[in-house]
């Protein structure tokens, strides 16, 4: 019987450390994508399920990381949006203020 073991050259070892780090991109991929998926559903759901006379605030992250407050009260047909949460809670209170 021959012993078959031997020690792989270093240009060997880079190539497998570099499949290695394309699976963790592949499975980063996916975990994005499974994310986005659950998150749609989650939103699809919320919005079957919403009374539609109720006031709605909701929140967006533009393609930059800025976020957006938006606010609509169906009841009257008003809209907000601001950068500022400060700014939504103030248009609420201002628009149920008797």
């Known amino acids: ?5 031997r020690c792989l050259p270093p240009d060997e070892i ?4 570099s499949f290695l780090n394309r699976r963790k991109f592949k499975f980063s991929t996916r975990s994005r994508l499974g994310d986005f998926l ?5 939103q699809f759901i919320k919005t079957l ?3 539609r006379n109720e006031l709605q605030v909701w929140q ?7 976020i957006y407050w938006n606010a609509y009260d169906p009841a ?3 809209s907000f949006s601001s950068g ?3 700014d939504v809670h103030m248009w609420i209170e201002k628009l149920y203020r008797y």
């Open 84 to 86: 500022s949460e400060a």
């Open 14 to 17: 880079d190539i497998n450390c």
């Open 76 to 78: 009257t047909g008003k």
């Open 60 to 66: 967006k992250v533009d393609h930059h990381g800025n």
């Open 1 to 5: 019987m021959s012993n078959d073991i």
């Open 38 to 42: 659950y998150n749609t559903w989650q």
């Open 49 to 51: 399920l919403a009374d």
